[in-house]
């Protein structure tokens, strides 16, 4: 998965920052995450279960989380993660309806996607598929994203105009977002809007609650640093993601036929990384038997939304789906719930707390080619990150660090 990116400290450039500066109880709770293999890639598993921080989302609201919970989520020791949980309402209908638009998108002609497509962002804003390489080197056919620069600041187009002005050579970040027309995908980009617009809301109050701790452990830690990164950034990004089914998609290049699940690499839907933004926000990922449930929209002519597509109670392969990988090796499955956000710790937090909280790195196994053949994964991330303009470190600034990582996975 290509990782997108936030970072540290604050350095305005004046023409662009005064547009935006004006602007629980705890209980660790089993979150379904089951500790599956040992990081030297053996079969023998132990049978343990690993507890994950789960927060409502009113604990957050009225700042009532122990700074202790905090770091059970994000420290030294932690899986790097937080689940936030009595979500608004109308959350679930927004996931399912989002995630059924994936399978629904990706299954449009080809001559149509192709009219979706931004060679001039680099493929970093609206569809993309086949464009990133995997870790073998091959083009990554296994699954097709959709980008959108998703804060809601990025839609005002006097800042825009004025971003584009200032890096003309970061496309990514600045070019407008391409929606597929209401008669092609009927509801699309209202919905997309809509959750986005929900997720980073809520992680704004969990960058709040950071706050509240690095204030309280961190000598000179800027107050309310990390929520100011997250409420007024406008390069944000979503990433909607639909991974095909293993019947589209094999068999695989270079011999890979006739592997066990054993012989197959276990990160081969996205590699081993890390995040380097500050928080990740995650859906649960849907999984969809498109031959059961083909994704067919009714026609051209037709402006109806289409219906939510039924969602598997689980993944037909269980290994299937997004693990992390601690400091001491092991390997732990990481299943969110469906009624649930989760927020993943990247590199930027890691540097702006100075080690007290942590990335940890992460990947995405795909179903075994013999389980679920017509089965689809789809799942959306939010990446929260700095405006280009701000410093990274003392000889970068975002724009500068950002350019690395895309010239590295493109």
């Known amino acids: 998965m290509f990782c997108w990116i936030s970072w ?80 608004p309402s109308k959350f679930a209908n927004l996931r399912h309806r989002l995630l059924s638009y994936s399978s629904y998108l990706a299954n449009l002609p080809q001559g149509e996607l192709a009219k979706l497509e931004s060679p001039g962002s680099k493929y970093l804003v609206g569809w993309s598929c086949g464009k990133e390489t995997l870790k073998s080197g091959h083009y990554d056919t296994l699954k097709g994203s959709y980008y959108v620069n998703c804060a809601p600041g990025f839609e005002n187009v006097t800042l825009q105009a004025r971003v584009r002005e200032q890096f003309p050579c970061f496309p990514e970040y600045t070019a407008p977002n391409i929606w597929p027309p209401g008669d092609i995908l009927p509801g699309f980009e209202v919905t997309f809007r809509e959750l986005c617009e929900l997720i980073i809301d809520t992680a704004v109050l969990v960058a709040r609650a950071c706050d509240c701790f690095a204030e309280t452990n961190i000598d000179g830690y800027e107050k309310g640093y990390l929520e100011h990164v997250v409420r007024t950034s406008v390069a944000s990004k979503a990433r909607l993601l639909h991974y095909f089914p293993a019947a589209q998609t094999q068999p695989q290049a270079d011999g890979a036929e006739g592997k066990s699940a054993a012989e197959e690499d276990e990160d081969d839907w996205c590699a081993t990384h890390l995040d380097h933004g500050c928080l990740t926000g995650l859906t649960s990922a849907m999984f969809v038997d498109e031959a059961t449930a083909p994704p067919r929209l009714k026609g051209s002519s037709s402006n109806e939304i289409p219906e939510p597509l039924p969602e598997l109670p689980s993944p037909p392969d269980p290994r299937a789906g997004l693990y992390i990988r601690s400091r001491a090796g092991e390997v732990t499955q990481v299943k969110i719930p469906r009624d649930c956000l989760a927020f993943q710790t990247g590199e930027a937090l890691q540097v702006i707390t100075r080690g007290k909280f942590r990335a940890v790195p992460h990947f995405v196994r795909g179903a075994a080619a013999d389980k679920g053949a017509m089965v689809a994964r789809n799942t959306l991330a939010v990446f929260t990150q700095p405006n280009l303009w701000e410093k990274v470190d003392e000889r970068r600034d975002f724009a500068t660090f950002a350019r690395e990582i895309v010239e590295k996975n493109h």
């Open 8 to 87: 540290i400290f604050i350095s305005s450039v004046p023409s662009l920052s005064s547009w935006l500066n004006e602007g629980f109880s705890f209980r660790a709770q089993d979150v379904s995450l089951t500790l599956n293999m040992a990081a030297n890639g053996t079969n023998g598993s132990t049978a343990a279960k690993a507890q994950v921080v789960t927060v409502s989302l009113e604990e957050l609201r009225e700042g009532t989380v122990p700074l202790s919970a905090l770091e059970d989520a994000f420290g030294p020791t932690s899986l790097g993660i937080i689940v936030v949980k009595d979500l």
